[in-house]
Protein backbone atom coordinates (compact mmCIF):
# COMPACT_ATOMS: atom_id res chain seq x y z
CA UNK A 1 0.00 0.00 0.00
CA UNK A 2 1.38 3.14 -0.68
CA UNK A 3 1.87 6.38 1.65
CA UNK A 4 -0.67 8.39 0.96
CA UNK A 5 -3.55 5.65 1.82
CA UNK A 6 -1.46 4.91 4.69
CA UNK A 7 -1.59 8.13 6.54
CA UNK A 8 -5.81 8.56 5.80
CA UNK A 9 -7.87 6.47 8.36
CA UNK A 10 -9.50 3.34 6.97
CA UNK A 11 -12.78 3.42 5.67
CA UNK A 12 -13.75 0.65 7.75
CA UNK A 13 -12.76 -0.49 10.81
CA UNK A 14 -13.16 -3.52 12.75
CA UNK A 15 -12.22 -4.77 16.31
CA UNK A 16 -13.14 -7.66 17.39
CA UNK A 17 -16.29 -7.84 15.46
CA UNK A 18 -18.19 -10.86 17.04
CA UNK A 19 -21.58 -11.72 15.73
CA UNK A 20 -23.46 -14.72 17.03
CA UNK A 21 -27.31 -16.12 16.51
CA UNK A 22 -27.93 -18.00 19.94
CA UNK A 23 -25.02 -20.63 19.78
CA UNK A 24 -23.55 -19.94 16.45
CA UNK A 25 -20.48 -17.72 15.56
CA UNK A 26 -21.00 -16.59 12.13
CA UNK A 27 -18.50 -13.77 12.42
CA UNK A 28 -15.44 -14.75 15.25
CA UNK A 29 -13.61 -11.86 16.39
CA UNK A 30 -12.54 -10.09 13.31
CA UNK A 31 -9.80 -7.42 12.97
CA UNK A 32 -9.97 -5.56 9.63
CA UNK A 33 -8.62 -2.38 8.11
CA UNK A 34 -10.15 -0.99 4.89
CA UNK A 35 -8.25 1.61 3.50
CA UNK A 36 -10.10 4.46 1.23
CA UNK A 37 -9.57 3.79 -3.11
CA UNK A 38 -9.37 -0.32 -2.62
CA UNK A 39 -11.62 -2.72 -4.24
CA UNK A 40 -12.15 -5.44 -2.23
CA UNK A 41 -13.21 -8.71 -2.47
CA UNK A 42 -13.91 -10.74 0.42
CA UNK A 43 -14.62 -14.41 -0.63
CA UNK A 44 -15.47 -17.43 1.61
CA UNK A 45 -17.41 -20.63 1.22
CA UNK A 46 -21.40 -20.44 2.42
CA UNK A 47 -21.97 -19.99 5.62
CA UNK A 48 -18.81 -18.79 6.14
CA UNK A 49 -20.03 -15.12 7.62
CA UNK A 50 -19.25 -12.73 4.49
CA UNK A 51 -23.07 -11.42 4.10
CA UNK A 52 -23.46 -11.19 8.32
CA UNK A 53 -20.17 -9.17 8.22
CA UNK A 54 -21.30 -7.18 5.59
CA UNK A 55 -25.06 -6.53 6.92
CA UNK A 56 -22.84 -5.59 10.27
CA UNK A 57 -20.64 -2.88 8.09
CA UNK A 58 -23.91 -1.52 6.84
CA UNK A 59 -25.88 -1.22 9.91
CA UNK A 60 -28.43 -4.24 8.98
CA UNK A 61 -27.49 -6.16 11.76
CA UNK A 62 -26.39 -5.91 15.62
CA UNK A 63 -22.84 -6.87 16.68
CA UNK A 64 -20.37 -7.06 19.07
CA UNK A 65 -17.36 -5.37 19.17
CA UNK A 66 -15.85 -2.65 17.61
CA UNK A 67 -17.17 -1.28 14.02
CA UNK A 68 -16.39 2.51 12.50
CA UNK A 69 -17.62 2.45 8.79
CA UNK A 70 -16.81 6.29 7.54
CA UNK A 71 -16.15 7.31 11.46
CA UNK A 72 -19.65 6.17 12.05
CA UNK A 73 -21.58 3.44 14.05
CA UNK A 74 -23.64 1.69 11.57
CA UNK A 75 -25.74 -0.04 14.30
CA UNK A 76 -26.88 3.38 15.78
CA UNK A 77 -26.15 5.80 12.50
CA UNK A 78 -27.53 3.72 9.40
CA UNK A 79 -29.64 6.37 8.20
CA UNK A 80 -26.17 8.74 8.48
CA UNK A 81 -24.35 6.22 6.95
CA UNK A 82 -26.29 5.15 3.73
CA UNK A 83 -25.36 8.71 2.30
CA UNK A 84 -22.05 7.74 1.70
CA UNK A 85 -22.59 4.54 1.78
CA UNK A 86 -24.03 2.56 -1.30
CA UNK A 87 -25.59 -1.25 -1.09
CA UNK A 88 -26.44 -3.70 -4.02
CA UNK A 89 -27.52 -7.20 -2.58
CA UNK A 90 -28.33 -9.23 -5.32
CA UNK A 91 -30.45 -8.51 -8.13
CA UNK A 92 -33.78 -9.54 -6.62
CA UNK A 93 -33.86 -6.87 -3.92
CA UNK A 94 -35.44 -3.85 -5.81
CA UNK A 95 -39.25 -3.75 -4.58
CA UNK A 96 -41.13 -5.49 -7.06
CA UNK A 97 -44.10 -3.46 -7.50
CA UNK A 98 -42.11 -0.30 -8.38
CA UNK A 99 -42.22 1.77 -11.42
CA UNK A 100 -38.39 2.74 -12.83
CA UNK A 101 -39.65 6.61 -12.76
CA UNK A 102 -41.12 5.97 -9.07
CA UNK A 103 -38.28 4.48 -7.81
CA UNK A 104 -36.08 7.60 -9.38
CA UNK A 105 -38.12 9.54 -8.37
CA UNK A 106 -38.18 8.31 -4.59
CA UNK A 107 -34.18 8.13 -4.47
CA UNK A 108 -33.79 11.83 -5.83
CA UNK A 109 -36.01 12.89 -2.87
CA UNK A 110 -34.10 10.71 -0.32
CA UNK A 111 -30.62 10.59 -1.64
CA UNK A 112 -29.05 14.04 -0.95
CA UNK A 113 -26.00 12.92 -3.53
CA UNK A 114 -28.30 11.27 -6.55
CA UNK A 115 -28.00 12.98 -9.91
CA UNK A 116 -30.39 12.36 -11.74
CA UNK A 117 -29.13 13.23 -15.28
CA UNK A 118 -26.54 10.78 -14.47
CA UNK A 119 -29.20 8.05 -14.21
CA UNK A 120 -31.04 9.01 -17.06
CA UNK A 121 -27.67 8.82 -19.01
CA UNK A 122 -27.35 5.38 -17.67
CA UNK A 123 -30.53 4.26 -18.34
CA UNK A 124 -30.62 5.59 -22.09
CA UNK A 125 -27.89 3.04 -22.65
CA UNK A 126 -30.31 0.08 -21.67
CA UNK A 127 -33.88 -1.18 -23.16
CA UNK A 128 -35.40 -0.50 -19.57
CA UNK A 129 -38.81 1.82 -20.23
CA UNK A 130 -39.17 4.48 -17.22
CA UNK A 131 -42.86 3.10 -17.12
CA UNK A 132 -42.47 -0.14 -16.75
CA UNK A 133 -43.18 -2.25 -13.40
CA UNK A 134 -39.26 -3.99 -11.80
CA UNK A 135 -41.40 -7.39 -11.36
CA UNK A 136 -42.04 -7.08 -15.49
CA UNK A 137 -37.85 -6.66 -15.67
CA UNK A 138 -36.10 -9.03 -16.63
CA UNK A 139 -33.23 -10.28 -13.96
CA UNK A 140 -30.41 -8.46 -15.59
CA UNK A 141 -32.54 -5.39 -16.25
CA UNK A 142 -33.32 -5.26 -12.58
CA UNK A 143 -29.33 -5.36 -12.01
CA UNK A 144 -28.43 -2.88 -14.50
CA UNK A 145 -31.23 -0.65 -13.25
CA UNK A 146 -30.12 -1.18 -9.52
CA UNK A 147 -26.76 -0.18 -11.22
CA UNK A 148 -27.49 2.89 -12.70
CA UNK A 149 -29.27 4.40 -9.55
CA UNK A 150 -26.11 3.44 -7.46
CA UNK A 151 -23.66 4.51 -10.06
CA UNK A 152 -25.46 7.96 -10.39
CA UNK A 153 -24.79 8.59 -6.27
CA UNK A 154 -22.28 9.92 -5.36
CA UNK A 155 -21.00 7.55 -2.42
CA UNK A 156 -17.53 7.08 -0.83
CA UNK A 157 -18.28 3.09 -0.58
CA UNK A 158 -20.01 0.65 -2.47
CA UNK A 159 -21.12 -2.62 -1.22
CA UNK A 160 -21.99 -5.78 -3.57
CA UNK A 161 -23.05 -8.83 -1.96
CA UNK A 162 -23.18 -11.30 -4.63
CA UNK A 163 -24.14 -8.45 -7.16
CA UNK A 164 -24.17 -10.86 -10.56
CA UNK A 165 -26.08 -13.60 -8.83
CA UNK A 166 -28.27 -15.50 -11.04
CA UNK A 167 -27.33 -13.20 -14.56
CA UNK A 168 -25.68 -14.53 -17.71
CA UNK A 169 -22.64 -14.02 -18.47
CA UNK A 170 -22.69 -10.52 -20.72
CA UNK A 171 -25.02 -8.88 -17.65
CA UNK A 172 -21.85 -10.10 -15.48
CA UNK A 173 -19.24 -8.96 -17.56
CA UNK A 174 -20.92 -5.58 -18.23
CA UNK A 175 -21.70 -4.71 -15.32
CA UNK A 176 -17.81 -5.14 -13.82
CA UNK A 177 -17.03 -3.35 -16.94
CA UNK A 178 -19.66 -0.52 -16.18
CA UNK A 179 -18.31 -0.43 -12.26
CA UNK A 180 -14.53 -0.03 -13.50
CA UNK A 181 -14.94 2.40 -16.23
CA UNK A 182 -17.39 4.19 -15.03
CA UNK A 183 -17.79 4.28 -11.40
CA UNK A 184 -14.44 3.16 -10.00
CA UNK A 185 -12.00 6.11 -8.28
CA UNK A 186 -8.98 6.29 -6.05
CA UNK A 187 -11.65 8.06 -3.81
CA UNK A 188 -13.96 5.21 -3.48
CA UNK A 189 -13.95 1.98 -2.22
CA UNK A 190 -15.81 -0.64 -3.17
CA UNK A 191 -16.36 -4.19 -0.82
CA UNK A 192 -17.62 -7.01 -2.96
CA UNK A 193 -18.90 -10.84 -2.20
CA UNK A 194 -19.39 -13.38 -4.43
CA UNK A 195 -18.91 -17.01 -5.48
CA UNK A 196 -17.76 -15.85 -9.29
CA UNK A 197 -14.10 -15.58 -8.12
CA UNK A 198 -12.78 -15.60 -11.89
CA UNK A 199 -14.50 -13.21 -12.94
CA UNK A 200 -13.38 -9.89 -10.55
CA UNK A 201 -10.08 -10.92 -9.79
CA UNK A 202 -8.62 -9.08 -12.66
CA UNK A 203 -10.52 -6.09 -10.63
CA UNK A 204 -9.65 -6.73 -7.30
CA UNK A 205 -6.70 -4.69 -5.65
CA UNK A 206 -7.23 -6.37 -2.08
CA UNK A 207 -8.12 -9.86 -1.06
CA UNK A 208 -9.88 -11.10 2.09
CA UNK A 209 -10.82 -14.76 2.62
CA UNK A 210 -12.92 -15.66 5.48
CA UNK A 211 -13.77 -18.69 6.89
CA UNK A 212 -16.05 -20.29 9.98
CA UNK A 213 -16.22 -16.61 10.55
CA UNK A 214 -12.42 -15.85 11.35
CA UNK A 215 -10.37 -14.19 8.60
CA UNK A 216 -8.27 -17.05 6.81
CA UNK A 217 -6.26 -14.23 4.66
CA UNK A 218 -5.74 -10.65 4.13
CA UNK A 219 -3.67 -9.02 1.81
CA UNK A 220 -3.17 -7.08 -1.34
CA UNK A 221 -2.60 -8.54 -4.95
CA UNK A 222 0.24 -7.19 -4.91
CA UNK A 223 1.39 -9.16 -2.35
CA UNK A 224 -0.45 -12.67 -3.67
CA UNK A 225 2.26 -12.03 -6.78
CA UNK A 226 5.30 -11.57 -4.48
CA UNK A 227 4.09 -13.44 -1.80
CA UNK A 228 2.92 -16.76 -3.65
CA UNK A 229 3.95 -18.95 -6.99
CA UNK A 230 2.29 -22.18 -8.22
CA UNK A 231 5.50 -24.34 -9.57
CA UNK A 232 4.50 -26.83 -12.49
CA UNK A 233 6.85 -29.81 -12.66
CA UNK A 234 7.07 -33.12 -14.95
CA UNK A 235 6.21 -36.31 -12.59
CA UNK A 236 10.17 -36.60 -11.90
CA UNK A 237 10.53 -33.24 -10.45
CA UNK A 238 7.54 -33.89 -7.97
CA UNK A 239 9.98 -34.97 -5.13
CA UNK A 240 12.34 -32.62 -5.64
CA UNK A 241 9.78 -29.98 -5.42
CA UNK A 242 8.05 -31.75 -2.42
CA UNK A 243 11.16 -31.20 -0.17
CA UNK A 244 10.79 -27.35 -0.64
CA UNK A 245 7.39 -27.47 1.54
CA UNK A 246 4.75 -26.60 -0.50
CA UNK A 247 1.42 -25.28 0.48
CA UNK A 248 -0.59 -27.45 -1.55
CA UNK A 249 0.07 -30.27 -3.87
CA UNK A 250 -2.56 -30.61 -7.35
CA UNK A 251 -2.02 -32.62 -10.53
CA UNK A 252 -3.42 -32.08 -13.66
CA UNK A 253 -2.64 -33.55 -17.58
CA UNK A 254 -0.26 -35.64 -15.64
CA UNK A 255 1.44 -32.83 -14.03
CA UNK A 256 2.27 -31.93 -10.26
CA UNK A 257 1.27 -28.38 -9.70
CA UNK A 258 2.54 -27.00 -6.09
CA UNK A 259 1.44 -24.13 -4.22
CA UNK A 260 4.54 -22.06 -2.48
CA UNK A 261 4.56 -19.12 -0.26
CA UNK A 262 7.37 -16.48 0.19
CA UNK A 263 9.66 -18.89 -1.93
CA UNK A 264 12.45 -17.25 -4.74
CA UNK A 265 11.00 -17.47 -7.70
CA UNK A 266 14.01 -17.91 -9.70
CA UNK A 267 15.17 -21.03 -7.99
CA UNK A 268 11.80 -22.54 -8.48
CA UNK A 269 11.71 -21.83 -12.32
CA UNK A 270 15.16 -24.24 -12.75
CA UNK A 271 12.32 -26.86 -11.77
CA UNK A 272 9.73 -26.03 -13.75
CA UNK A 273 7.29 -23.28 -15.00
CA UNK A 274 6.36 -20.68 -12.38
CA UNK A 275 3.84 -18.09 -12.26
CA UNK A 276 1.36 -16.30 -9.95
CA UNK A 277 -1.52 -18.80 -8.69
CA UNK A 278 -5.17 -17.80 -9.40
CA UNK A 279 -7.31 -16.07 -6.53
CA UNK A 280 -9.80 -19.62 -6.82
CA UNK A 281 -6.41 -21.49 -6.45
CA UNK A 282 -5.35 -19.63 -3.64
CA UNK A 283 -8.60 -19.52 -1.92
CA UNK A 284 -8.95 -23.21 -2.23
CA UNK A 285 -5.21 -23.90 -0.87
CA UNK A 286 -6.31 -21.45 2.00
CA UNK A 287 -9.40 -23.26 3.04
CA UNK A 288 -7.86 -26.30 2.90
CA UNK A 289 -5.78 -24.91 5.67
CA UNK A 290 -2.45 -24.27 3.78
CA UNK A 291 -1.82 -20.89 3.34
CA UNK A 292 -2.02 -18.12 6.12
CA UNK B 1 -39.43 16.89 5.39
CA UNK B 2 -38.69 16.21 2.25
CA UNK B 3 -37.69 12.42 2.77
CA UNK B 4 -40.72 12.57 5.21
CA UNK B 5 -42.88 13.49 1.65
CA UNK B 6 -41.36 10.97 -0.24
CA UNK B 7 -41.49 8.19 2.10
CA UNK B 8 -45.58 9.42 2.34
CA UNK B 9 -45.80 9.31 -1.72
CA UNK B 10 -43.95 5.30 -1.63
CA UNK B 11 -47.24 4.33 0.64
CA UNK B 12 -49.29 6.23 -1.66
CA UNK B 13 -47.50 4.09 -4.67
CA UNK B 14 -47.67 1.02 -3.11
CA UNK B 15 -50.91 0.67 -1.70
CA UNK B 16 -52.68 2.74 -4.19
CA UNK B 17 -55.18 -0.05 -5.02
CA UNK B 18 -55.86 -0.15 -1.39
CA UNK B 19 -56.02 3.29 -0.86
CA UNK B 20 -57.37 4.88 -4.38
CA UNK B 21 -59.02 2.26 -5.92
CA UNK B 22 -61.07 0.60 -2.98
CA UNK B 23 -63.12 4.40 -2.19
CA UNK B 24 -63.63 4.85 -5.60
CA UNK B 25 -65.33 1.47 -6.37
CA UNK B 26 -67.69 1.80 -3.29
CA UNK B 27 -68.15 5.70 -4.51
CA UNK B 28 -69.22 3.82 -8.05
CA UNK B 29 -71.05 1.40 -6.01
CA UNK B 30 -73.29 4.93 -4.70
CA UNK B 31 -73.57 6.18 -7.91
CA UNK B 32 -74.80 2.94 -10.18
CA UNK B 33 -77.11 1.97 -7.29
CA UNK B 34 -78.66 6.01 -8.01
CA UNK B 35 -78.93 5.61 -11.32
CA UNK B 36 -80.30 2.04 -11.27
CA UNK B 37 -82.59 3.83 -8.75
CA UNK B 38 -83.48 6.78 -11.65
CA UNK B 39 -83.86 4.06 -14.75
CA UNK B 40 -85.96 1.67 -12.27
CA UNK B 41 -88.32 4.77 -11.33
CA UNK B 42 -88.40 5.96 -14.87
CA UNK B 43 -89.46 2.27 -15.92
CA UNK B 44 -92.27 1.80 -13.89
CA UNK B 45 -93.51 4.86 -12.23
CA UNK B 46 -95.78 5.53 -14.89
CA UNK B 47 -95.37 9.11 -15.96
CA UNK B 48 -93.13 9.45 -12.82
CA UNK B 49 -96.34 10.49 -11.09
CA UNK B 50 -95.36 8.89 -7.38
CA UNK B 51 -92.23 10.71 -7.83
CA UNK B 52 -93.88 13.92 -8.23
CA UNK B 53 -96.16 13.31 -5.50
CA UNK B 54 -92.80 12.83 -3.54
CA UNK B 55 -91.62 15.74 -4.58
CA UNK B 56 -94.22 17.29 -3.95
CA UNK B 57 -94.93 16.23 -0.26
CA UNK B 58 -91.39 16.74 0.66
CA UNK B 59 -91.57 20.57 -0.31
CA UNK B 60 -93.97 20.85 2.54
CA UNK B 61 -92.46 19.57 4.98
CA UNK B 62 -90.56 22.40 7.26
CA UNK B 63 -86.68 23.82 6.32
CA UNK B 64 -85.57 22.40 9.24
CA UNK B 65 -86.67 19.07 8.93
CA UNK B 66 -85.62 18.90 5.23
CA UNK B 67 -82.07 20.08 6.46
CA UNK B 68 -81.85 17.85 9.23
CA UNK B 69 -82.98 14.52 6.94
CA UNK B 70 -80.56 15.85 4.65
CA UNK B 71 -77.53 15.86 6.99
CA UNK B 72 -78.20 13.01 8.36
CA UNK B 73 -77.93 11.70 5.13
CA UNK B 74 -74.97 12.89 3.97
CA UNK B 75 -73.51 11.73 7.46
CA UNK B 76 -74.96 7.84 7.12
CA UNK B 77 -74.22 7.79 3.95
CA UNK B 78 -70.24 7.40 5.27
CA UNK B 79 -70.85 4.29 7.84
CA UNK B 80 -69.85 2.11 4.68
CA UNK B 81 -66.96 3.77 3.39
CA UNK B 82 -65.97 4.25 6.95
CA UNK B 83 -65.88 0.74 7.94
CA UNK B 84 -63.95 -0.28 4.27
CA UNK B 85 -61.48 2.23 5.19
CA UNK B 86 -61.08 0.53 8.89
CA UNK B 87 -60.84 -2.91 6.82
CA UNK B 88 -58.33 -1.57 4.53
CA UNK B 89 -56.06 0.09 7.06
CA UNK B 90 -56.12 -3.49 8.88
CA UNK B 91 -54.27 -5.03 6.33
CA UNK B 92 -52.32 -2.32 4.83
CA UNK B 93 -50.92 -1.98 8.74
CA UNK B 94 -50.22 -5.89 8.88
CA UNK B 95 -48.48 -5.83 5.77
CA UNK B 96 -46.52 -2.85 6.66
CA UNK B 97 -43.52 -3.56 8.25
CA UNK B 98 -43.87 -7.54 6.91
CA UNK B 99 -43.90 -7.31 2.79
CA UNK B 100 -40.75 -5.94 2.46
CA UNK B 101 -39.15 -8.14 4.64
CA UNK B 102 -40.87 -10.71 2.97
CA UNK B 103 -39.75 -10.30 -0.59
CA UNK B 104 -36.55 -8.84 0.72
CA UNK B 105 -37.06 -5.56 -0.46
CA UNK B 106 -36.42 -4.17 2.60
CA UNK B 107 -32.36 -4.54 1.80
CA UNK B 108 -33.28 -1.97 -0.91
CA UNK B 109 -35.44 0.44 1.49
CA UNK B 110 -32.80 0.39 4.30
CA UNK B 111 -29.71 1.43 1.77
CA UNK B 112 -31.31 4.37 1.45
CA UNK B 113 -30.74 7.19 4.54
CA UNK B 114 -33.81 6.94 6.27
CA UNK B 115 -34.01 6.06 9.66
CA UNK B 116 -36.35 3.63 10.72
CA UNK B 117 -38.35 6.12 12.70
CA UNK B 118 -39.40 8.13 9.52
CA UNK B 119 -40.01 4.95 7.89
CA UNK B 120 -42.44 3.72 10.85
CA UNK B 121 -44.27 7.35 11.07
CA UNK B 122 -44.43 7.31 7.34
CA UNK B 123 -46.64 4.10 7.62
CA UNK B 124 -48.53 5.53 10.75
CA UNK B 125 -49.30 9.10 9.00
CA UNK B 126 -50.34 6.78 6.20
CA UNK B 127 -52.86 4.80 8.21
CA UNK B 128 -54.04 7.86 9.96
CA UNK B 129 -54.20 10.42 7.73
CA UNK B 130 -53.76 9.74 4.00
CA UNK B 131 -56.20 7.10 3.64
CA UNK B 132 -58.79 8.56 5.60
CA UNK B 133 -58.09 11.65 3.75
CA UNK B 134 -58.30 9.42 0.14
CA UNK B 135 -61.78 8.15 1.38
CA UNK B 136 -62.92 11.27 2.28
CA UNK B 137 -62.36 12.86 -0.83
CA UNK B 138 -63.97 10.31 -2.29
CA UNK B 139 -67.13 10.35 -0.77
CA UNK B 140 -67.06 14.40 -0.95
CA UNK B 141 -67.17 13.56 -4.81
CA UNK B 142 -70.01 10.60 -4.19
CA UNK B 143 -72.72 13.26 -2.79
CA UNK B 144 -71.68 15.87 -5.63
CA UNK B 145 -72.51 13.24 -8.11
CA UNK B 146 -75.64 11.58 -6.38
CA UNK B 147 -77.01 15.48 -5.55
CA UNK B 148 -76.53 16.17 -9.68
CA UNK B 149 -78.34 13.01 -10.37
CA UNK B 150 -80.92 14.39 -8.32
CA UNK B 151 -81.30 17.75 -8.86
CA UNK B 152 -82.04 16.38 -12.94
CA UNK B 153 -84.50 14.08 -11.74
CA UNK B 154 -86.51 16.98 -9.33
CA UNK B 155 -85.90 19.61 -12.67
CA UNK B 156 -87.53 16.85 -14.72
CA UNK B 157 -90.51 16.89 -12.79
CA UNK B 158 -90.64 20.74 -12.68
CA UNK B 159 -88.86 21.41 -9.13
CA UNK B 160 -86.48 23.60 -8.29
CA UNK B 161 -83.63 21.69 -6.77
CA UNK B 162 -82.15 24.20 -4.95
CA UNK B 163 -85.09 25.55 -2.82
CA UNK B 164 -85.94 22.26 -2.28
CA UNK B 165 -83.08 20.44 -0.59
CA UNK B 166 -79.35 22.13 -2.20
CA UNK B 167 -79.81 24.97 -0.55
CA UNK B 168 -80.68 23.78 2.61
CA UNK B 169 -78.26 20.82 2.73
CA UNK B 170 -75.19 21.50 4.89
CA UNK B 171 -72.01 19.43 3.11
CA UNK B 172 -69.43 21.33 4.60
CA UNK B 173 -70.57 21.01 7.90
CA UNK B 174 -71.58 17.08 7.31
CA UNK B 175 -68.00 16.87 5.55
CA UNK B 176 -65.98 18.57 8.45
CA UNK B 177 -67.53 16.17 10.50
CA UNK B 178 -67.26 13.24 8.88
CA UNK B 179 -63.74 13.97 8.59
CA UNK B 180 -63.37 15.47 12.44
CA UNK B 181 -64.43 11.36 13.49
CA UNK B 182 -62.01 10.23 10.65
CA UNK B 183 -59.30 11.44 12.55
CA UNK B 184 -60.26 11.44 15.83
CA UNK B 185 -61.12 7.81 15.06
CA UNK B 186 -57.63 7.51 13.98
CA UNK B 187 -56.19 9.01 17.00
CA UNK B 188 -58.93 6.45 18.71
CA UNK B 189 -57.41 3.40 17.12
CA UNK B 190 -54.10 4.18 18.38
CA UNK B 191 -53.20 1.52 20.03
CA UNK B 192 -54.82 -1.04 17.41
CA UNK B 193 -52.29 0.61 15.07
CA UNK B 194 -49.29 0.50 17.12
CA UNK B 195 -50.51 -3.49 17.92
CA UNK B 196 -50.47 -4.14 13.85
CA UNK B 197 -47.64 -2.14 13.06
CA UNK B 198 -45.65 -4.42 16.40
CA UNK B 199 -46.76 -7.54 14.84
CA UNK B 200 -46.51 -6.90 11.52
CA UNK B 201 -42.53 -5.62 12.47
CA UNK B 202 -41.57 -9.28 13.97
CA UNK B 203 -44.17 -11.75 12.48
CA UNK B 204 -41.96 -14.58 10.74
CA UNK B 205 -45.24 -15.59 8.45
CA UNK B 206 -49.10 -14.95 8.27
CA UNK B 207 -48.84 -11.49 10.61
CA UNK B 208 -53.13 -12.01 10.69
CA UNK B 209 -52.73 -14.94 13.00
CA UNK B 210 -49.88 -13.25 14.89
CA UNK B 211 -52.11 -10.39 15.13
CA UNK B 212 -55.54 -11.96 16.11
CA UNK B 213 -54.50 -15.04 18.08
CA UNK B 214 -53.10 -13.77 20.79
CA UNK B 215 -55.88 -11.38 21.94
CA UNK B 216 -58.33 -14.06 21.08
CA UNK B 217 -56.55 -16.94 23.24
CA UNK B 218 -55.85 -14.73 26.20
CA UNK B 219 -59.43 -13.74 26.10
CA UNK B 220 -60.35 -17.36 26.00
CA UNK B 221 -58.51 -18.26 29.01
CA UNK B 222 -59.41 -15.23 31.27
CA UNK B 223 -62.85 -15.94 30.30
CA UNK B 224 -62.55 -19.84 31.21
CA UNK B 225 -60.46 -19.22 34.48
CA UNK B 226 -63.00 -16.19 35.29
CA UNK B 227 -66.12 -18.69 34.63
CA UNK B 228 -64.66 -21.79 37.27
CA UNK B 229 -63.65 -19.20 40.02
CA UNK B 230 -67.06 -16.96 40.40
CA UNK B 231 -69.31 -18.19 37.66
CA UNK B 232 -69.49 -15.07 35.84
CA UNK B 233 -68.64 -13.48 32.68
CA UNK B 234 -66.53 -10.26 34.18
CA UNK B 235 -63.95 -8.37 32.43
CA UNK B 236 -61.75 -9.93 30.36
CA UNK B 237 -59.58 -8.95 27.24
CA UNK B 238 -62.51 -9.41 25.12
CA UNK B 239 -64.91 -7.49 26.58
CA UNK B 240 -61.82 -4.41 27.21
CA UNK B 241 -61.85 -4.36 23.23
CA UNK B 242 -65.60 -4.82 22.30
CA UNK B 243 -66.12 -1.53 24.83
CA UNK B 244 -63.34 0.32 23.27
CA UNK B 245 -65.20 -0.40 19.65
CA UNK B 246 -68.45 0.64 21.07
CA UNK B 247 -67.04 3.90 22.11
CA UNK B 248 -65.26 4.75 19.10
CA UNK B 249 -65.78 8.49 17.88
CA UNK B 250 -66.76 7.17 14.27
CA UNK B 251 -70.07 7.24 12.87
CA UNK B 252 -70.67 3.68 12.73
CA UNK B 253 -74.61 3.00 13.44
CA UNK B 254 -77.80 4.63 13.47
CA UNK B 255 -79.22 5.40 17.57
CA UNK B 256 -82.68 3.30 17.53
CA UNK B 257 -83.78 4.47 20.57
CA UNK B 258 -88.21 5.12 21.00
CA UNK B 259 -88.93 8.82 21.45
CA UNK B 260 -85.09 9.76 21.33
CA UNK B 261 -85.98 13.34 19.72
CA UNK B 262 -81.82 12.87 18.96
CA UNK B 263 -82.44 10.00 16.37
CA UNK B 264 -80.48 9.57 13.85
CA UNK B 265 -76.64 8.13 12.98
CA UNK B 266 -74.73 7.81 16.15
CA UNK B 267 -70.53 7.64 17.30
CA UNK B 268 -69.41 4.13 17.94
CA UNK B 269 -72.44 1.73 19.15
CA UNK B 270 -74.48 3.33 21.53
CA UNK B 271 -75.17 0.16 23.87
CA UNK B 272 -74.11 1.85 27.38
CA UNK B 273 -74.28 5.31 28.98
CA UNK B 274 -70.56 6.03 28.94
CA UNK B 275 -70.70 8.23 26.40
CA UNK B 276 -72.96 10.74 24.69
CA UNK B 277 -73.67 9.03 21.06
CA UNK B 278 -74.84 11.50 19.22
CA UNK B 279 -72.61 12.89 16.50
CA UNK B 280 -71.47 16.36 17.98
CA UNK B 281 -67.93 17.40 17.99
CA UNK B 282 -67.69 17.99 21.38
CA UNK B 283 -69.00 13.96 21.70
CA UNK B 284 -66.12 13.49 19.64
CA UNK B 285 -63.54 15.46 22.06
CA UNK B 286 -65.40 13.98 24.83
CA UNK B 287 -63.79 9.98 23.86
CA UNK B 288 -60.07 12.12 23.03
CA UNK B 289 -59.82 13.83 26.31
CA UNK B 290 -60.60 10.75 28.15
CA UNK B 291 -59.25 7.96 30.19
CA UNK B 292 -59.70 5.69 28.15
CA UNK B 293 -58.27 7.37 25.29
CA UNK B 294 -55.00 8.23 27.67
CA UNK B 295 -54.10 4.40 28.30
CA UNK B 296 -54.72 3.53 24.67
CA UNK B 297 -52.27 6.19 23.60
CA UNK B 298 -49.41 4.61 26.34
CA UNK B 299 -50.16 0.92 24.98
CA UNK B 300 -49.90 2.43 21.72
CA UNK B 301 -46.00 4.20 22.67
CA UNK B 302 -45.49 0.87 24.33
CA UNK B 303 -46.02 -1.10 20.96
CA UNK B 304 -44.83 1.45 18.79
CA UNK B 305 -41.83 0.84 20.85
CA UNK B 306 -41.51 -2.38 20.27
CA UNK B 307 -42.12 -2.05 16.45
CA UNK B 308 -39.04 0.31 15.85
CA UNK B 309 -36.88 -2.20 18.29
CA UNK B 310 -37.24 -4.90 15.81
CA UNK B 311 -37.42 -2.91 12.52
CA UNK B 312 -34.04 -2.23 13.71
CA UNK B 313 -33.02 -5.57 13.61
CA UNK B 314 -35.06 -6.42 10.67
CA UNK B 315 -32.86 -7.42 7.60
CA UNK B 316 -34.53 -9.90 4.60
CA UNK B 317 -34.21 -13.04 7.17
Same mark, same amino acid.
Given at each position: ???????????????????????????????????????????????????????????????????????????????????????????????????????????? %??????????????????????????????????? %???????????????????????????????????????????????????? %????????????????????????????????????????????????????????????????????????????????????????????????? | ?????????????????????????????????????????????????????????????????????????????????????????????????????????????????????????????????? &??? &????????????????????????????????????????????????????????????????????????????????????????????????????????????????????????????????????????????????????????????????????????????????????????
Amino acid at each position: MNEMLETMDPIISARGLTKKYGRTVAVDNIDLDVPVGRIIGLIGPNGAGKTTALKAILGLATFDGELSVLGLDPSRQRSKLMEDVCFIADVAVLPRWIRVWQLIDLTE %QIHPRFNRDRCMEYLAKTKIGQDKKVKHLSKGMVA %QLHLALVMSIDARLLVLDEPTLGLDILYRKAFYTNLLNDYFDEERTILITTH %QVEEIEHILTDLVFIQDGKIALDCSMEDVETRYCELMVTPEKADQARTLGPLTERQMFGRHIFLFEGKDKASLSELGEVRTPSVADLFVATMEGGAT | MNRFLALLQREFWENKGALRTTPIVIGGIYVIGALMAVFTTAHIDNELYTFKEAVRLAAQQSVDLRADVLYQMLLGSSVFFTIVLWFVVFFYLLGALYDDRKDRSILFWKSLPTSDTLTIASKLMTAMVI &APA &AFLAVLILTHIVIALIGSVMILSVDHNPWTLFLSISQPFKAWGMIGLTYFAGAIWALPVFGWLLLVSSFAPRVPLLFAVLPPLVLSGLQIWIGFLRTFTFDDNLWGIIARWFIHSPSILTAQVEDGDPRGGVALGVPLDDKYDYSVTAANVFDRLFSLEMLVGLILAAIFLAGALWFRHRATDN
